[in-house]
T-cell receptor, first 113, second 114 residues
């Protein structure tokens, strides 16, 4: 079955550094991977989508990569700020005519001032 | 304007009761979902509707019954609530059934069964 694995340990970094979060998937490559941010007591918020044929995608301070050989996506936040502290979720699509998103358990990011 | 709104935000109820959670989206999306997030923070899909048609029905107890009166609304009714049903339930919507423009989630309903 298709799975999404994210590091369950929190990532603790200093403000201004680059945060890098890892998402690994199993079985065949999905058509796309999505990244979401979730704050405590709130619903996930969509950040970025990267397609299988895209190596890299950027949005402001965010960068996502998709490596089909390693079956892995990396999510980078450059010049991190305390306001970036949250849980970041990776998700893959599964299915043919009725797509559904399967989520990883998320990685908590803590940015120290 | 709230894009995906769920009510209630908190729900505390006794075992055996029946309860409903309502969801509405004003984004004009075709597809709506119910997800359950357990204490370990895993988001797991339960149901999906596309234009009022049920397209995804995961292995969910029959006590859970979704209803979509129109494509802007997706409600979740739960019969005979059990302790294990305690979780946060999220409603979400997407532009189409492929979801490749991302999902928009509601703020969640925290259900506590005592």
């Amino acid at each position: 079955s298709q799975k999404i694995e994210q590091n369950s340990e929190a990532l603790n970094i200093q403000e201004g550094k680059t945060a890098t979060l890892t998402c690994n998937y199993t079985n065949y490559s999905p058509a796309y991977l999505q990244w979401y941010r979730q704050d405590p007591g709130r619903g996930p918020v969509f950040l970025l989508l990267i397609r299988e044929n895209e190596k890299e995608k950027r949005k402001e301070r965010l960068k996502v990569t998709f490596d089909t050989t390693l079956k892995q996506s990396l999510f980078h936040i450059t010049a991190s700020q305390p306001a970036d502290s949250a849980t970041y979720l990776c998700a893959r699509g599964v299915g043919d005519s009725s797509y559904k998103l399967i989520f990883g358990s998320g990685t908590r990011l803590l940015v120290r001032p | 304007d709230t894009a995906v709104s769920q009510t209630p935000k908190y729900l505390v109820t006794q075992m055996g009761n029946d309860k409903s959670i309502k969801c509405e989206q004003n984004l004009g999306h075709d597809t709506m979902y119910w997800y359950k997030q357990d204490s370990k923070k895993f988001l797991k899909i339960m149901f999906s509707y596309n234009n009022k048609e049920l397209i995804i029905n995961e292995t969910v107890p029959n006590r859970f019954s979704p209803k979509s009166p129109d494509k802007a609304h997706l409600n979740l009714h739960i019969n005979s609530l059990e302790l294990g049903d305690s979780a946060v339930y999220f409603c979400a919507s997407s532009y189409d059934r492929e979801g490749d423009y991302g999902y928009t989630f509601g703020s969640g309903t925290r259900l506590t069964v005592v």
